[in-house]
């Protein structure tokens, strides 16, 4: 059975950093893209940024390129997302996604909650 | 990249049909056979339920149904039942540069 399994969420300042992992099993995790959607509370969802099945492709929605650093370690079945210079409008629930096509995600993890505030 | 247009809400009573419309561009959901929805409950992981505009993954009842018109997209949930209140995402391809683009979001309520 497959399983994304997130950590790394908390209460971060602005302007501070965090990063999230994302620990896949019962796949073989370098074959797939994987992507980081958020949902801030009370709101819909919103990609965030996805990676190829090696690394050497990312990708990132206009709201966070040049902050966040999407990456994964396939010998560690783990997904990375850093994130800095981060503000208020990054609070949200962060999950990461194992992608067929885009925009298609057969299996996601259970959400990590990242809350912005002083 | 802007999110596609979903109704906010849509309801229905036990046994009857709702659609739920989704609009896009010409550069996403008219520009591609690539439309999927998403069920997701309060608290829970969005579950994949129509990819492909027109496809179910095993699993999900054929009560549920996707269509594409030009750049509008819907949902059709047949027969409904008290489960298939939830909130529900349209997302499609939005190209190699935006990717994925949502919708943002239908409430379901069954009456």
């Known amino acids: 059975e497959v399983q994304l399994v997130e950590s790394g969420g908390g209460l971060v300042q602005p302007g501070g950093s965090l990063r999230l992992s994302c620990v896949g099993s019962g796949l073989t995790f370098s074959n797939y893209v994987m992507s980081w959607v958020r949902q801030a509370p009370g709101k819909g969802l919103e990609w965030v940024s996805g990676i190829s099945g090696s690394g050497d492709t990312t990708y990132y929605a206009g709201s966070v390129k040049g902050r966040f650093t999407i990456s994964r370690d396939n010998s560690q079945s783990t997904l990375y997302l850093q994130m800095s210079s981060l503000g208020a409008e990054d609070t949200a629930v962060y999950y990461c996604?194992?992608?067929?096509?885009?925009?298609?995600?057969?299996?996601w993890g259970q959400g990590t909650l990242v809350s912005v505030s002083s | 990249q802007s999110a596609l247009t979903q109704p906010p809400s849509a309801s229905g009573s036990p046994g009857q049909s709702v659609t739920i419309s989704c609009t896009g561009t010409?550069?996403?959901?008219?520009?591609?056979?690539?439309v999927s929805w998403y069920q997701q409950y309060p608290g829970k992981a969005p579950k994949v339920v129509i990819y492909e505009v027109n496809k179910r993954p095993s699993g999900v009842p054929d009560r549920f149904s996707g269509a594409k018109s030009g750049n509008t997209a819907s949902l059709t949930v047949s027969g409904l039942q008290a489960d298939d209140e939830a909130d529900y995402y349209c997302s499609s391809y939005a190209g190699s540069t935006f990717l994925w683009v949502f919708g943002g979001g239908t409430k379901l309520t069954v009456l």
């Open positions: 996604a194992k992608i067929t096509t885009y925009p298609t995600a057969d299996y």
């Open positions: 010409s550069s996403d959901v008219g520009g591609y056979n690539y």
